[in-house]
């Protein structure tokens, strides 16, 4: 479906929450009969300070009460956070007898960009948000990577090659592929099955968990377990093409030191290449901290995102090492920003 005609299909069904400590609205917002996307709100206390539109990770999207979305909002900067139509909230929102969407469309990464872009739209729309800063995580960065039209999307910890993420699980699909010569006419389906039967498999206890925590539908099981397969098979292959990344955009990645070697050697590859080729290149280095740097350091996160969001950073161009709880943050700029990421490499 063209973005054209999906977004004439939008419109917000009015099942809104409001906490009055926190002032946490919560919406669907209905892009078919059969696709919702689950969000919360929390409207800019500051008018000159953009919103920022939290990507989810794979397995949902944050909360606007995590600890570092909450020191961002209490400083004056709107917070969405938003889940994939494909992602449990999403999906238990749903009508009662609503067959999901994805159950019936075969879905790839650029679908879930879409729903990106409706949200945004949306704000501007029925929210009168002027300025809107995607920020993604994880496997969002993956949807990210070919946003258009924004002035500024960060980053941070991104799967910047599907590989990087689970190694294991991409030398098995090489190998699943490989023996389709063997079997040319039953061979893609049977391998199709195979893995989506391993999806389906990893994904049930996560969907146990999450119903579990947060009261969602329970009878929505099955579908949250597909939409997460249909996650793992968009995933596939994925890696991060800087000739479908948007010039115009003003691009920051966040890493983190301790993340798994695999991963955190992809993304520095994947920013010398940035440097290279991209003026004004910009990335952050977070020591002491794992994959999910709001969690882990969300004072630095913090720190990071207001400077990004409220200094003027035009000219910058390297990579900060931030040392969190110290005043030794340091960037590196030019040859030296490259011996940096090299010397990390190398340790890896």
Known sequence: MKITSL???????????????????NFNLKMSPTRYISFELVRAKNSKLPTLLFMPGVNRGLLASDEALEKLAAQGFGVVTMNFSTQPFSVSALPKNATPDFRTTTYKLDDLNTEVIALSNELKTHFDVKTIIP????????????????PLIIDAVPMTASAAVNPDLEAYITYLHSTEIFNPVFGPAITRSILDQSYASKWRTQVDSIVDEFKLN??????????????????????????????????????????????????????????????NALAFVV????????????????????????????AVSGIFDVKPGSDKNKIHTGAAAKKYIQDILDTL
Do not use: C
């Not at 929450?17 to 609205?25: I, Q, Y």
């Not at 496997?139 to 990577?145: C, K, L, N, P």
């Open 7 to 25: 977004l004439s299909l939008l419109f917000l069904v009015f099942t809104i929450s409001v906490h009055a400590e926190s002032k946490v609205e």
């Open 135 to 150: 920020v993604s995580i994880s496997f969002s960065s993956a949807v990210s990577s070919t946003l258009q039209t924004f």
């Open 218 to 279: 329970a009878d929505r099981k099955s579908d949250m377990v597909e939409g997460y397969t249909v996650f793992s098979r968009a995933s596939e292959g994925f890696v991060w093409d800087l000739t479908k990344t948007a010039k115009e955009t003003r691009r920051v990645f966040i890493f983190a030191r301790d993340d798994s070697p695999s991963l955190l050697k992809s993304q520095l590859q994947l920013f010398l290449k940035v440097l290279d080729t991209t003026p």
């Open 287 to 314: 020591n002491d901290s794992g994959h999910v740097v709001s969690n882990d350091q969300p004072e630095a996160y913090v720190n990071i995102l207001t400077y990004l969001l409220t200094k003027d950073f035009k």
